[in-house]
């Protein structure tokens, strides 16, 4: 199983030290270096910026937003950073939920399953560079022909030859269709909450998915590529304080994020068993009482999705994680001790 370095997406302000983390990561044998998007920094500039002084390095996307961009703009985005980077580039995309979907960027969200598999082939066509670029729709016609065309649009092939045709290309996914499409379609996955307690629920899905004609891959060279927060810590008190401050990020994800009536994430926790407690975590988040709602996540669910303790113990945790299929483990170090420490820990 491989590391890799999570950047995730800014907050208020840009981020710092994050040379240096780059740096200590390339430097430890990290296999990956990951960015995100939410809805304020975009997920392909800081990749191409930190991503320019490494040279061994993969530089993905987890994820960038398909509403966001049409398809050949993603494309487009991703041919030429693979140009840039020698062949490093990994496309991690996702559909998001309808209030950034809708509330953002301005475009509807229904049918997200087709949107996907749709996006997915244009841009894939786009890399082969085989013939002009076409696409019936219903989501995105190649050459427009709706309302307010002008009718003079043309089918057209990039002027740039991708260097590969076959940029890999994973996706976030979290529902039982959504997880075996992506199975079928892509070539890795990018699950939001896969622990190895919920992993059994996730099997049957990926196994559809592997199982349609036509899949892009088979389970043997599929990668999932599961995020969690791994911290080496040496004492108990130290591994107390670090998963009282995971907790208010379950909390947001589990109550805030999303609509009452539409929340993925929850759905998510749901599945996993927390139905007892998420319920009431989003009554209260969504009231302003976020302290409450925090004070609700039991301990079990934060060792279940990540990985604080000794030595001794991550290491056994890494290999249970492993174990039940995950090919890489995005992790989000703050320092470039603790980007150093887990590789050691980890050789």
Not at 122 to 131: D, G, H, N, W
Not at 181 to 193: K, N, R, S
Not at 219 to 237: G, K, N, P, W
């Amino acid at each position: 199983m491989k590391l890799g370095l999570q950047l995730g997406y800014w907050g208020a302000q840009p981020p710092t030290d994050v040379a240096e983390l780059v740096a200590a990561a390339e430097e430890s044998g990290f296999d990956a270096l990951f960015t995100a998007e939410a809805w304020g920094s975009d997920a392909f500039t800081p990749l191409t910026w930190w991503g320019r002084e490494t040279s061994r390095l993969r530089l993905g996307t987890s994820i960038v937003q398909m509403s966001g961009r049409t398809p050949a703009s993603i494309a487009m985005h991703a041919l030429t950073l693979d140009h840039l980077s020698g062949g490093r580039v990994v496309l991690g995309m996702g559909v998001s939920g309808p209030q950034v979907v809708e509330g953002w960027y301005g475009q509807p969200f229904s049918k997200p399953l087709a949107r996907t598999r749709e996006v997915v082939e244009i841009i894939r066509k786009v890399l082969a560079r085989e013939a002009p670029v076409t696409n019936a729709g219903p989501h995105h016609q190649m050459p427009y022909d709706g309302p307010g065309s002008v009718g003079l649009g043309k089918p057209l092939k990039s002027i740039v030859h991708p260097l590969r045709a076959d940029i890999p290309i994973w996706l976030g996914a979290e529902g039982p269709k959504n997880v075996a499409q992506t199975a079928e379609i892509a070539d890795g996955w990018i699950p939001l909450f896969y622990t190895p307690k919920s992993a059994e629920m996730y099997q049957p899905w990926l196994d559809e998915g592997f199982a349609r004609q036509g899949a892009r891959r088979s389970r043997a060279d599929f990668e999932i590529a599961a995020s969690c927060h791994l911290q080496v810590t040496s004492s108990e008190e130290e591994r107390r304080a670090v998963i009282d401050a995971i907790k208010p990020t379950i909390a947001l994800y589990m109550g805030g994020m999303g609509a009452k009536e539409q929340n993925f994430h929850k759905a998510v926790f749901d599945r996993m068993g927390h139905e007892a407690i998420s319920g009431k975590v989003q009554e209260l988040f969504l009231a302003g009482k976020r302290d409450e709602a925090t004070a609700l996540i039991p301990d079990d669910l934060v060792d279940d999705m990540h990985i604080v303790g000794s030595a001794a113990y991550v290491k056994e945790r890494v290999a249970e994680w492993e174990s039940t299929g995950v090919t890489e483990l995005l992790l989000s170090c703050r320092t470039t001790s603790e980007v150093r420490g887990v590789a050691e820990v980890l050789a």
